[in-house]
């Protein structure tokens, strides 16, 4: 019996590519580097080259499972936890928290891009093309243009400085999308190699600008973005009969995701999780979960041995009434699956701002990140005296009975965890079909104060629910939806089938036979 191969992708033009490698008998990492650069030129207000990073699980369709992380770390010149002495508490009151101000715009809101080199690293550990080849399609898409998609437009007329603009993007002809810099860029990539991005001319002109910007960043110091790529065994969290396989603990939110799902399953045991007092139940927990996350002192400083515990404490912490700072995000979430069934999800981010900082590399046609604005409430983690952000950024795979994988991941911040909890428990923990799981009403909540749902997505009566255990209800359908939540699930024949969002940022995807 053949089996099937898929990529789901925030983008059509982006998940095409990722079909071409796989038609051409490359395995799922070479498909999903493919559709990522794809993804930096079809959906650049959420993605791009100049990104601050990203997290990839790669499962090997076997029993191994791996992940790549390459998050945002910030420049050696700024020490964001000695500018933010009150983020190691940020349980304190709105009031007696201080938070770092970074600007929206321009160098001092990036750091080094790690897109590319965790990009590359991952190609280079669990590929078989090479880099000129999984490039083809996007040096392409960035030669002849691509369609304005619906994200891109919003993105477009949101911006209230649009000077940036001229120096990326060729906007011609209408409702058309050329970018003759990145072409350039991407075509001296396929020739050199992704090690000239930072070893070449880019990382003298990045420096030049961060200076001109009162931020030291040398070249040598952009090249060094090549060793911040970390690859090490996916941590996991066993649900049931589920091994769900994540991004590293410490600085992803991936044990947000873990606590969630074990909510879910303690819900789903007592009630209907569908249900308007299961739904309310669990918004309950994932408040706490939050709360817990943000006043416990390990916080994220967690590992492997200690995850079980943590998660415990978090699903039965109270639900306190701190409010969290507001958190955005744009990110792309990419899946894909091989004909072997070899696994990847991928979430790359450009920083909590669509087009990251806007501002550009000169003559390069790469739109730099804002991940600065990560370490406005946090205190950094520090590894190899690097300071690193914690994220929210959680793909995905888990790993079931008799062979059978699901692969999901979505943008939205805080919301991220949530989201990705709901459709992955709502399929492997009540049997719900992978597409209807994802399209069902979502729920959120932080603290005690505010309980969030999808107004258009729930049964009445919802919201008088939500009222009785939450001072306030925000029914906002847009916050529930900043891009696609996709994914994909193979059974142990090697059948596979999609769940891509159908809300106002839809999914794009394909199975191949």
Known sequence: MRTNAAVTASSPDAAAAGLNILRRGGNAVDAAVATALAACVADPCNVGLGGYGGEM?????????????FGMIAPKSVDPGAANPEADNPAADNQDRKTVTYPDDGPRASGVPLVVAGLSQALEHFGTLGWDQVSQHAVTLARDGVPIAGATERALADLTDRSFLEDVYDLSTPGQLRQPALFRTLSDMAA??????????????????????????TPNEWAEGLDHVDIAHAPYYDLGAWRIFSAPLRTSGAACLHATLRALQLVAAERDLESTGGLVGLAQKMAAIWQYRFSSPERNLLNQDTLAD???????????????????????????????????????????????????????????NCGMHLFRWERPVVRRGLHMAMTNLAPVVAAGPDGAKVAVGSPGARRIPSNVALALGRHILNGMPLDQAVAAGRVHAEDALIGAYESGRHEAGLDRALLRAFPQVDGDDDAFCTGPLTALSRNRKGVVTLGLDDRAAPGFGEVLS
Do not use: K
């Open 57 to 69: 699980i790669v499962h090997d369709g076997a029993a191994q499972c791996w992940s790549a992380s």
């Open 192 to 217: 050199h190699g992704p090690d000239w991005f930072y070893e070449g001319p880019i990382g003298a002109a990045a420096s030049d600008a961060f200076a001109a910007a009162g931020v030291t960043l």
């Open 310 to 368: 943590w998660v415990e404490h978090a699903v039965a912490h109270d639900t306190g009434v701190t409010r969290l700072p507001t958190a955005t995000g744009h990110t792309a979430h990419i899946n894909v699956v091989d004909f072997t069934g070899m696994t990847v999800a991928l979430t790359l981010s450009q920083g909590p701002q669509w087009f990251g900082a806007r501002w550009a590399v000169p003559d390069t046609g790469v739109v730099m």
